[in-house]
């Protein structure tokens, strides 16, 4: 079959031309879609007719079936280039590009998504051509990965443990020469980072659809095992123990109880961030939030802090930004004690700055270095660890005293809202959520000391021949 299509760009006539169809109606067929495609374009517009003849004469170049015209005049309609063939690599560059008003680490997230896992495995396929099968097979290839990262890192384990038992300098030379040649240890890609990876191509795919370059999103329908969100447990007696037995956390998230935040708090009293530790403890910002608090935000007579700003770590360097979330922008309200203790805490800075003379450096920040700079995130994620191991408590992380707060505000009887507003979280089932467990546990505590308010002479049990019903 053939068909005349508009000229080139040089006025040369073009011809549309395919063989090898089995039945005479197959042809007709081919040539009324090739048709059916010029038509899309008006005679008095030469433009359009030239990208769509481009568009035929590149599918008989490349050998490739005709596209649909629902589909060329949806492009037309766009007014995008036919015959480009963008592959899912080429538009994730571009869309992250635009993407101007991300957060620093909102784009950083995105962009480690798409170098370390989009690009290298679906980058190559074409945008307007990704299927869910490509999809699947991504995640299946992830999790291939994360078993052989497993099984590497577990090889590199035995070989440390056993170089701790081989005798001899030459035979200990050549056991770190074999572990040197090791892979090194590495993370696995997680549930929760898989979700984002998805996430973050479904969002990228959403707005080729915007531009009309494709009409499906795949993304939207893999289907992933849904992340575990960790459960926040309360340090009992019984997981401390089985702690030290094992040296396992139970939870990702432990809460300490009251009796262990007060034995901290002892211990941390005169430290120079004695100020921010208590404000952690007990109104539970966010890091960013805490070591990013100024005195300008410092309501010292209605005893409140406005939580306008955030210290943010991006890689090791320290940024400033907004609130995680448009919650997150609030007005804290503060006890007498809290007030008093950031009261305390700028005579003291006041002190410290004319100690250290002219170079100290005026931030307006309310827990800074000794010379008035800004705290580092990390380094106070690090110096908190420290101290904990110090004060010989189990250990929790820093983000756990922001559990710490909930738990004692919702123990004390406040409204879930309330502490919900106070945390920053956008809603109370969030909250509700989150520290369920840990109520459940105190309240267990709670009822066996109000039993044992009770003095008994003697204890009544089953005994041998009694029977319970």
Known sequence: MRQEVHPDADGKRRQFRRTGFETSKEAQKELDRVRALLALADED????????????????????????????ARLLRARVKLTSRITVGEWLDFWLKGKKKLRPTGSTRYDV?????????????????????????????????????????AQRRQALADLKRIEGRAARRTAREAIAAMPPFRRVTGLSSQHHIKATLRVALNAAIT??????????????????????????????????????????????????????LDHVADHRLYALWHLFCFRGPRRGEGVGARWVDFDRDNRSLSVETQLVQLGWSVLEGEPKTASGVRIVALDLDTTSVLVHHEKLQKAERLRFGPGWADTGRMFVEEDGTWLHPGKVSDLFGRLVEEAGLPPVRLHDLRHLAATLALVAGIDPKVVSEMLGHSDTAITRDIYQTVLDDIAREAAEAVVKLVPRRKAVYPRPGIVVA
Do not use: Y
Not at 61 to 67: A, D, I, M, T
């Open 211 to 264: 531009r009309q370059l494709i009409t499906f999103n795949p993304a939207q329908h893999v289907e992933l095992t849904t992340a575990p969100k960790p459960k926040a447990l309360v340090w009992t007696a019984a997981r401390i123990a089985e702690w030290k037995r094992t040296g396992k956390r139970p939870s990702p998230v432990m809460v300490w109880t009251p009796d262990q935040a007060g034995a901290f």
């Open 45 to 72: 517009d030469p433009d359009a007719l030239s990208r769509v003849s481009d568009l035929i004469m590149l599918c008989q170049k490349e050998r490739s079936p005709l596209p649909t015209p629902e589909d060329t």
């Open 113 to 153: 998504d798409i170098r370390c896992h989009l690009k290298p495995r679906i980058g190559h396929q074409r945008l307007d051509r990704l299927t869910i099968e490509h999809l699947d097979e991504m995640f299946e290839g992830i999790d291939a990965t994360n078993a052989e990262i497993l099984e590497q890192n």
